[in-house]
């Protein structure tokens, strides 16, 4: 977390990136990075933006949406799971016996999917736009 001693570079920019975080902090940066890195996997970015943009979504629906085999859907959905972007629900549905497993980005992911690689996106569609000598 944040020290006493930040050296300041670069007018506002702290020399350590953790100095960045406030002091009560929920999260460390290793957490956060974590969080990036479990996104850049092509899958895993893949269920991320379908739990975003489509809401709470069944293992069997993600899989279909994603053609997806079973096994390798659980394994990407466990490092979402661990790294804090996708929650886990369980839940009984009406008029059926037993419960049932959801999946649902949490507000680390959304914001990490939306914030952070769909931003990058956007962010190279508009820099196309804005250098593009065929318009001229």
């Given at each position: 977390m944040s020290t006493d001693?930040?050296?300041?570079?670069?007018?506002?920019?702290?020399?350590?990136?953790?100095?960045?975080?406030?002091?009560?902090?929920?999260?460390?940066?290793?957490?956060?990075?974590?969080?990036?890195?479990?996104?850049?996997?092509?899958?895993r970015y893949e269920i991320l933006y379908r739990l975003v943009h489509g809401g709470e979504m069944s293992p069997k629906e993600l899989e279909a949406a994603i053609d997806i085999d079973d096994s390798t859907l659980h394994y990407h959905l466990s490092k979402l799971v661990d790294a804090g972007l996708v929650e886990k629900r369980a839940r009984t549905e009406r008029g059926q016996d037993g419960l049932y497993t959801y999946y649902r980005a949490t507000v680390f992911g959304e914001v990490t999917l939306t914030e952070g690689v769909d931003e990058l996106i956007r962010g190279e569609q508009a820099f196309d736009e804005l250098y593009d000598s065929s318009s001229s």
């Open positions: 001693q930040t050296r300041v570079v670069n007018g506002d920019v702290p020399d350590d990136p953790a100095d960045l975080l406030p002091d009560d902090s929920v999260l460390s940066l290793d957490e956060y990075l974590e969080m990036h890195a479990a996104v850049g996997h092509r899958t």
